[in-house]
């Protein structure tokens, strides 16, 4: 090692990595300073390094609280994995781990212990507090949790100030990922943080490729999406149970190793098809949002929403599970007016429909019909500059989306057709109406003889009710809030009728065929120089993978992630020695798992030669 600083030292013995991400050297320093900090950071920004490498650069033991068991698992696992002493302390422990996660904490085994706040503050608490020993810092995760402001408010949170009492002059430290200033400042104050750094990341994901599409037949759009991720990880998000027990279903018949996920199915069903994902035996899950806070698998490379969240807020949480290792991933947003209706009516049923959630609800749709780059659009949201001119990862910047030559004439042929059918129907019945469509409803109410009958004949009707969605979020028409949602114009879209220069900056594209598809590019991300060779020991290094995981029954990326596979695929080392400094790999790894490795890779060879 070439290093004498001793992050760095511990970096490369422990996990394996020659450098720090952005941010976390600062604050890494913070926490070996003692003062107290808040660290936001974008999901896969490499948060947990921040507080786990000074917790074994210090002496003494870290007190990390986490909101979930399954998280807490996963980092103790890896840990553990990396020859680091941790573990965790929850409910889901039997009596005998218990006594002896509380004898090790006595015996001074463990550098980080984790536990939820409940264990913390209140009546479950005295067991485990009384075992500790005064940690040498609190790292609080998933720190949105205290804040009503974020997405997954944990009421216990709010009581975690109290440590203070309990150990005066701790230093604490709070990481989330939730970017806006009201939950930043929520955190600060509700921690009691004195004084603290903040340090705050850029939120993009530079690795995400974002894509927006009108919904206009969701299976044919979703065969589109798996076609470019065969045999890969992928969420699906849906908005309906009914809608995911269908969908998922309907994977499977394709020969998709897909599994269902929601609230209604049973506990011990839901904790098996997440297994099954976490370990690799299924690759997509088709799920409601209840599925994915604690989901830390890193190979996720798509997340599909067949309906459009809330906000933009949930957006970027939901979409952002995917490409946690930094390696290309694609989130696709298929949505349409009625999402947004169905949420205004959700809403105001619970008495929840506020005028702040009517503009969360705005901007989502304005994300979804924006016609722009979609990068810049999310982090200008978020509050903070876009530099480049051009992301090379949306739909917009790859030029999928095609403006269409004469936006103004498309548009006032569809208001006037609104207008025909005098405001009384929906976005179906126009859209047949426009097309010619000489269906049953058109005829019987005498819509065939309408002058907007046919007036978009050549155009598919998925793409006119593409243009319909773009005028709804453009505000040139509305929808009623009702059962049967009609259309009606607004006054800009009177305005646009009567005078067609009232509009000269507006802008209707059509999809163009994804770029992926058009070049047909190989589907296993960021390989285009692979050879096949590596592709096909890529492959084997998998499987020995998922042969080591279910014999030690922890999930596969505690093993190794993809990117260090990758390495090994292009490195080919023929030695336990040779694996030092590949991505990933720490002297316990090595140790552990090298071998089994190496002689993959040597097999490899052989039936190469042979
Ligand atoms: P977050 O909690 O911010 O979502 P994680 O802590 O899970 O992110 O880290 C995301 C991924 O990045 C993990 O696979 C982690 O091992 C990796 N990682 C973190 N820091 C580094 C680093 N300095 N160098 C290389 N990989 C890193
Ligand atoms: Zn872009």
């Known amino acids: 090692m070439h290093t004498s600083d001793p992050l760095e030292q511990t970096l490369a013995r422990y996990w394996g990595f020659a450098t720090f991400r952005p941010l976390q050297r600062e604050a890494m320093d913070a926490i070996l300073a003692g003062r107290d900090s808040l660290v936001v950071l974008p999901t896969g920004g490499g948060k947990s390094l921040c507080f786990q490498a000074p917790a074994v650069v210090r002496a ?17 696992d890896t840990l553990v994995a990396n020859g680091v002493g941790a573990a965790c302390f929850n409910s889901a422990l039997a009596a005998d781990e218990r006594a002896s996660v509380l004898l090790g904490l006595r015996e001074g085994r463990y550098r980080l212990v984790y536990v939820a706040p409940e264990r ?24 949105h949790c205290i804040s009503q402001w974020g997405h997954d408010f944990r009421p216990e949170y709010r009581q975690l100030a109290r440590l203070r009492d309990r150990y005066p002059g701790i230093a604490m430290h709070a990481f989330t990922a939730t970017a806006t200033a009201r939950v930043r400042r929520d955190i600060v104050s509700q921690l009691a943080l004195r004084d603290p750094l903040e340090l705050v990341g850029s939120f993009d994901r530079p690795n995400l490729t974002y894509r927006a599409l009108p919904r206009t037949g969701l299976k044919r759009q979703l065969e589109a999406v798996l076609r470019r991720h065969a045999a890969e990880a992928g969420i699906i998000y849906c908005s309906s149970r009914r809608e995911v027990d269908a969908l998922a279903a309907w994977l499977q018949t394709s020969g998709i190793r897909a ?33 994915g806070m604690g989901i830390d698998r890193p190979d996720v490379r798509f997340v599909v929403h067949a309906g459009a969240p809330q906000s933009l807020e949930h957006y970027q949480q939901e979409s952002g599970r995917a490409g946690r290792d930094g390696l290309p991933a694609e989130c696709i947003l298929i949505y349409s007016s009625a999402d947004f209706l169905k949420w205004r009516v959700m809403l105001e049923r619970n008495g929840e429909l506020t005028d702040a ?9 304005r994300y979804a019909a924006s016609v722009g780059c979609r990068h810049r659009h999310l982090v200008r949201y978020f509050g903070q500059a876009y530099e480049p001119t051009g992301c090379a990862a949306c739909d917009y910047c790859l030029g999928e989306l095609e403006a269409v030559d004469d936006p103004v004439s498309t548009a006032r042929k569809i208001l006037s057709c609104v207008a025909r059918v005098g405001q009384r129907f929906g976005v179906a019945h126009v859209t047949n109406v426009l097309c010619g469509s000489d269906s049953e409803t058109v005829s019987s109410r005498g819509h065939q003889r309408l002058s907007t009958f046919g007036l978009l004949k050549n155009v598919p009707s998925a793409e006119v009710r593409g243009y319909i969605e773009q005028l709804l979020a453009d505000g040139l028409l509305r929808q009623t809030d009702d059962a049967y949602p009609v259309l009606t114009l607004t006054a800009d879209g009177v305005a646009l009728l009567k005078d067609a220069a009232s509009r000269p900056e507006l802008t209707l594209v059509r999809q163009a065929r994804p770029s992926a598809e058009r070049s047909g590019a190989r589907r296993t991300p960021g390989t285009e120089s692979w050879s096949d060779a590596e592709h096909a020991l890529f492959d084997r290094l998998r499987a020995v993978r998922l042969q080591i995981a279910h014999a030690r029954g922890v999930p596969p990326y505690v093993i190794f992630h993809d990117t260090t596979l990758r390495e090994l695929a292009r490195v080919k080392p023929d030695s336990v020695d040779a694996l030092r400094g590949i991505y990933g790999i720490g002297a316990r790894k090595a140790e552990t798992f090298g071998e089994a490795f190496i002689d993959a890779i040597r097999e490899y060879h052989q039936s190469q030669g042979a």
């Open 60 to 76: 003494g033991l870290a007190l990390v609280v986490s909101p979930l068991i399954s998280l807490m698992k996963d980092q103790v």
């Open 120 to 143: 913390l503050v209140g009546s479950a608490s005295t067991g485990f507090l009384d075992a500790l020993p005064r940690p040498e810092f609190v790292a609080i995760d998933e720190a």
């Open 259 to 291: 599994v269902p996920y929601h609230a209604g199915l049973d506990d011990a069903d839901r904790h098996r098809n997440q297994d099954a994902f976490l370990d690799e035996r299924a690759d997509v899950v088709v799920a409601t949002v209840a599925f």
């Open 357 to 365: 959630r009517r503009a969360l609800l705005r901007e989502m749709e």
